[in-house]
């Protein structure tokens, strides 16, 4: 019988390896990836090739903006003005070539030889009517004359695809389409521009552009003067192809900030409840008083073409006469700072005076139901803080007194799963709570910090019953979130994120 003996293959002078030698790296995970400089290349090419993306589609300063949530005034400045439009057509000479009208032809098509500069706004000459403005500035659509109704810009003939551009340095704020009113259209805020009641002094103004065919720039958007930024068309309520140009004040003349832009004069429940048609309500110059606090005569303005305000700074401490070199960015940006901050401290004195006389006036009425009276004291953060919310007793019914301020209340914290309600009080210079009839005019919910959808986001007098009234809010992201009321410049106690400790 044989037997096979078994021999290793060490014993026969061989030593088997893997193919494939399993290894593991000793170092950590840190010590690993610098020693791959590939990785480190490669992440400092994505942020580089998304930083760039970014920047080259919407801009440093909308970057920026889209970081920080807030426009910065001080990037701007005023160089002067130009008109909406550069070129619009010699209507009399394009018709003898055997041209056309606005409404038959586009820009393109018009002959470069009947081409103009637009033509010099006149007011005086506008109340006739004019080839070259349908309707003028507080115009009406029977005569187009300024000053005979309460359109508060100026409509622009002009054909379809005609370039509009920016009238000065600023901000895109808003490009929006308003299907049944202005159409596509944009608004630019414009700093430091002369005051058009002084022109020594500076303001902040917003022009508006409507009606468009297209939108070439973006909310966030620094634009330059005289860069295009639309085409002329006939979007939204327009029965021809023309430009509504508009200008807006921040403000009206008291400091109460403007709710919205571009501004109207009236609401459509106030037209409504007067019995008129918006035409109707514009040839009569329903709300004209509104139009002129809220805007100015937007071509009489550009064509001024004011000289930028020099503003100065003092050299020294000791009362010694005054520099006249214009102020650096740094240094406007601290003078309007200090001078917020003043403005926000005048108000906070005049709250907590207020707040003594309704504590007095409640300790001699303990018979009424309580309410709650919100005072906001604004840090010099950017992000108000509140006072803790003290109880008085408040009327049974509605009082008579004209609509001084409106409360925000709310819940604290939101979960960020689904809509929520904060309640708008109106209540008079005494903090009686005041029925809807008393509120002069349409007013705007807006976020003063964070990001929510508000719906509606714009009230009339007839939506609130008992003096109060309801919106809902789906909050977005996990910021803390302030409301505000606007014209009223209210603001809400903050509403923080459920998670945030």
């Not at 192809?241 to 900030?257: K, V």
């Given at each position: 019988m044989n037997l096979t003996k078994l021999t290793t293959s060490r014993s026969q002078g061989f030593r088997g390896k893997p193919l494939h030698r399993k290894s593991e790296h000793k170092l950590k995970a840190i010590a690993y990836l610098r020693e791959k400089s590939s990785f480190l290349i490669a992440a400092v090419s994505l942020v580089a090739f998304v930083a760039g993306n970014m920047i080259g589609s919407h801009g440093v300063y909308a970057v920026l903006a889209s970081v920080w949530g807030k426009y910065d005034d001080s990037l701007i400045s005023y160089t002067g003005t130009v008109t909406p439009i550069a070129l619009v057509p010699d209507y009399n000479a394009w018709m003898k070539t055997g041209g056309g009208m606005p409404e038959e032809a586009a820009f393109g098509q018009v002959p470069k030889e009947v081409l103009i500069p637009l033509p010099s706004y006149d007011a005086a000459l506008q109340r006739a009517g004019s080839a070259d403005f349908a309707i003028g500035f507080m115009g009406s659509y029977k005569t187009g004359g300024d000053g005979t109704g309460s359109h508060p810009g100026?409509?622009?003939?002009?054909?379809?695809?005609?370039?509009?551009?920016?009238?000065?340095?600023?901000?895109?704020?808003?490009?929006?389409?308003?299907?049944?009113?202005?159409?596509?259209?944009?608004?630019?805020?414009?700093?430091?521009?002369?005051?058009?009641?002084?022109?020594?002094?500076?303001?902040?103004?917003?022009?508006?552009?409507?009606?468009?065919?297209?939108?070439?720039?973006?909310?966030?958007?620094?634009?330059?003067?005289?860069?295009?930024?639309?085409?002329?068309?006939?979007?939204?309520?327009?029965?021809?192809?023309?430009?509504?140009?508009?200008?807006?004040?921040?403000?009206?003349?008291?400091?109460?900030?403007?709710?919205?832009?571009?501004?109207?004069?009236?609401?459509?429940?106030?037209?409504?409840?007067?019995?008129?048609?918006?035409?109707?309500?514009?040839?009569?110059?329903?709300?004209?008083?509104?139009?002129?606090?809220?805007?100015?005569?937007?071509?009489?303005?550009?064509?001024?073409?004011?000289?930028?305000?020099?503003?100065?700074?003092?050299?020294?401490?000791?009362?010694?006469?005054?520099?006249?070199?214009?102020?650096?960015?740094?240094?406007?940006?601290?003078?309007?700072?200090a001078k917020l901050l003043s403005m926000r401290q005048a108000r906070l004195q005049q709250r907590l005076a207020r707040r003594g006389t309704l504590l007095a006036s409640a300790a001699k009425d303990s018979s009424a139901a309580d309410i709650i009276i919100r005072e906001t004291v604004v840090a010099s953060t950017a992000l108000p803080a509140s006072q803790p919310a003290p109880v008085v007793t408040p009327p049974a019914s509605p009082h008579s007194g004209d609509v001084r301020t409106i409360d925000i209340q709310h819940a604290p914290t939101f979960a960020g799963r689904g809509w929520m309600t904060i309640t708008l009080t109106l209540r008079d210079e005494e903090g009686n709570i005041v029925d809807g009839s008393k509120l002069p005019r349409d007013i705007a919910v807006r976020t003063a910090y964070g990001e929510a959808e508000i719906r509606p986001q714009v009230l009339s007098p007839l939506d609130f019953h008992g003096g109060r009234a309801e919106v809902s809010v789906l909050p977005r992201g996990r910021r803390t979130i302030v409301f505000t009321v606007q014209p009223f410049g209210v603001l809400s106690d903050p509403m923080k994120y459920e998670g945030e400790r």
């Open positions: 100026v409509d622009i003939r002009a054909p379809k695809g005609t370039p509009v551009r920016a009238i000065a340095n600023g901000i895109v704020t808003d490009v929006k389409d308003d299907a049944g009113g202005f159409g596509r259209y944009i608004v630019i805020r414009h700093p430091h521009m002369p005051d058009p009641t002084n022109a020594q002094k500076t303001t902040v103004l917003h022009s508006a552009y409507a009606h468009l065919d297209s939108q070439f720039v973006a909310e966030g958007d620094v634009v330059q003067k005289g860069q295009q930024i639309g085409l002329v068309g006939r979007t939204g309520y327009a029965t021809g192809n023309h430009l509504h140009f508009q200008i807006d004040r921040d403000t009206l003349a008291d400091g109460t900030p403007i709710a919205w832009h571009p501004f109207w004069p009236f609401s459509g429940s106030e037209a409504r409840t007067a019995g008129l048609s918006l035409a109707q309500a514009i040839d009569l110059g329903f709300m004209k008083d509104r139009g002129y606090a809220s805007t100015i005569s937007p071509l009489v303005y550009v064509q001024a073409n004011y000289a930028p305000v020099k503003e100065t700074v003092a050299q020294n401490q000791t009362g010694s006469a005054s520099s006249q070199r214009p102020l650096t960015v740094a240094e406007r940006a601290q003078a309007e700072s």
